[in-house]
């Protein structure tokens, strides 16, 4: 399974970006997806996933109501669309993918992760 994050940059605080994840080596229908992001010496973190269907989605408390994720299952790709950021959501976002449909209950059960995007919030 491959993982292909993009769509990140530099965008002021209060702005929007999407990231995007493109995935190949299975049936993407078939499987959750999630987010997580890393910041510099701090602990990956839960951004955000969704169920095979995009009918059940998760957030983190930190990204609730800004954040949103989607699926285009005919694309094999998952989407973050990420608005009135703020400067503590810089970090890399990574996409990852476990081997269940349904979205796992903790990081450990993801299988799979992408090379990450760098998403930069400035002032």
């Known amino acids: 399974v491959q993982l292909q994050a993009s769509g990140g940059g530099l965008v002021q605080a209060g702005g929007s970006l999407r990231l995007s994840c493109a995935a190949s080596?299975?049936?993407?229908?078939?499987?959750?997806m999630g987010w997580f992001r890393q910041a510099p010496g701090k602990e990956r973190e839960f951004v955000a996933a969704i169920d095979w269907s995009g009918g059940v989605t998760h957030y983190g408390d930190s990204v609730k109501g800004r954040f949103a994720i989607s699926r285009d299952n005919a694309k094999s790709t998952m989407y973050l669309q990420m608005n009135s950021l703020k400067l503590e959501d810089t970090a890399v976002y990574y996409c990852a993918a476990p081997m269940s449909a349904v979205i796992p209950s903790n990081r450990e059960e993801y299988d799979y992760w992408g090379q990450g995007t760098q998403v930069t919030v400035s002032s």
């Open positions: 080596g299975r049936t993407f229908s078939r499987y959750a």
